[in-house]
Each structure stands twice: as structure tokens, then as C-alpha cells.
T-cell receptor
Framework: AQTVTQSQPEMSVQEAETVTLSCTYDTSENNYYLFWYKQPPSRQMILVIRQEAYKQQNATENRFSVNFQKAAKSFSLKISDSQLGDTAMYFCAFIKANAGGTSYGKLTFGQGTILTVHP | KAGVTQTPRYLIKTRGQQVTLSCSPISGHRSVSWYQQTPGQGLQFLFEYFSETQRNKGNFPGRFSGRQFSNSRSEMNVSTLELGDSALYLC??????????????FGPGTRLLVL
């Protein structure tokens, strides 16, 4: 079974600064996907970024980038130029790449990190 | 393209009642997954449907069930509601076109309160 751990329950950052959220995971799988989702107070779960495990290059999406360390099973999210709208709970999630058996559609989530951006 | 929609958005029920939640996936998406989110347990996988078939199920009692229709819309049903069923229920859809997992996109959720 896979597990995802987010060790920072809460973090805060000043507007325009950079913040990094941590995530580690445990799996015996070689092919998988990792995601960061954000959930603002509206509770809508929004995809932030996705990383394929077979890709060595770290994914980036505008102000969001990841540091994917496969050997260390680490997947951190860096938010640059933080904005007030980035205030949300952030979830790290894992899913096996090859669908089959008990992996169909099953995302495994971490416990989340509440990020507050201060003006 | 319209996103995932869920109805109703809010629901209040009493213990022992049953409830049905609905999820309409993004057009063209064939897989629908359901999750329960609570402060204590976090996000937990309920089940996944594809082409009207349940392909995967999480560790929830049989009171939790679901189905998928030919247009990929999905419903989940909870019978004999308990106080602990109070939660945010999220559904997510994905293309599921290939043998590999596709990115899941979430709906706004249904907030269920059991009194």
C-alpha cells in the first residue's frame, strides 16, 4: 500500500515571497504519478501540477514548480511570487501509473498543508 | 468545456435516512471516482466507475454504494445514515482512455450533515 506524508500542517508566507511545501511518499511501484492539488475555502479541489515518475525533469506551471527526488521519494512544491489567492490547503497525492486491480482511480492523499499568504 | 458538477451542494439528513448524491463528469470523461473528506480521516477513496462498472472500491461498509449510467454520470448512495457520515463528498472524473491513469478533475463537492 502507498502512503503520502505531508509533515507541515500549516505554513505562512508574505505576499510576493517564495514558499516550499514538503511531501514524501512510500511505494514499491516504479511507475506512478504525483500531484499537488489546492483546496481553497470554497472546498473546490483544484489541480496545481502533475509529475510523471518516469520523467526526470521537474514539472513547472507558471509560478508553481516541483522538486521531484525519486530515490528519496520526495515531491516538494515551490510557489514563487506568492499571491493572496494562493491561500488554501494543499494536498500531495499519488496514483499508480498502470491502471489495474486495486489501483483503478484511487488517488492516495496526504493530510494536507494549510498555506496562508499574508499581505 | 464545463467542469465536473455535483448535486446537491448541501444536504441535511437525520440518522437512519438514506441519501443519493449525483456527479456529472467533464464531457468525454469516462471514469468517475468518489472520495469522502472529513477533518479526522482526511480524503479517502470510496469507489471508481468506468463504463457503468465499478472497477475499484475503498474500505467503506456496504451502506455506501454507487452506480454509473451510460452517459457516464454517476450517483452514490448512502443508506442508514450515521452521524459519522457527515462529510464533504467529492467526485472526480478522468478520461481513462489508455491503460495508464489519467489526471482526475474534481467537482465542487456535496456537503452532507447528518443530525
Amino acid at each position: 500500500a502507498q502512503t503520502v506524508t505531508q509533515s507541515q500542517p500549516e505554513m505562512s508566507v508574505q505576499e510576493a515571497e517564495t514558499v516550499t511545501l514538503s511531501c514524501t511518499y512510500d511505494t514499491s511501484e516504479n511507475n506512478y504519478y504525483l500531484f499537488w492539488y489546492k483546496q481553497p475555502p470554497s472546498r473546490q479541489m483544484i489541480l496545481v501540477i502533475r509529475q510523471e515518475a518516469y520523467k526526470q525533469q521537474n514539472a513547472t506551471e507558471n509560478r508553481f514548480s516541483v522538486n521531484f527526488q525519486k530515490a528519496a521519494k520526495s515531491f516538494s512544491l515551490k510557489i514563487s511570487d506568492s499571491q493572496l489567492g494562493d491561500t488554501a490547503m494543499y494536498f500531495c497525492a499519488f496514483i499508480k501509473a498502470n491502471a489495474g486491480g486495486t489501483s483503478y482511480g484511487k488517488l492516495t492523499f496526504g493530510q494536507g498543508t494549510i498555506l496562508t499568504v499574508h499581505p | 468545456k464545463a467542469g465536473v458538477t455535483q448535486t446537491p451542494r448541501y444536504l441535511i439528513k437525520t440518522r437512519g435516512q438514506q441519501v443519493t448524491l449525483s456527479c456529472s463528469p467533464i464531457s468525454g470523461h469516462r471514469s468517475v471516482s468518489w472520495y469522502q473528506q472529513t477533518p479526522g480521516q482526511g480524503l479517502q477513496f470510496l469507489f471508481e466507475y468506468f463504463s457503468e462498472t465499478q472497477r475499484n472500491k475503498g474500505n467503506f461498509p456496504g451502506r455506501f454504494s454507487g452506480r454509473q449510467f451510460s452517459n457516464s454520470r454517476s450517483e452514490m448512495n448512502v443508506s442508514t445514515l450515521e452521524l459519522g457520515d457527515s462529510a464533504l463528498y467529492l467526485c472526480a472524473s478522468s478520461l481513462a482512455n489508455s491503460g495508464s491513469q489519467e489526471t482526475q478533475y474534481f467537482g465542487p463537492g456535496t456537503r452532507l450533515l447528518v443530525l
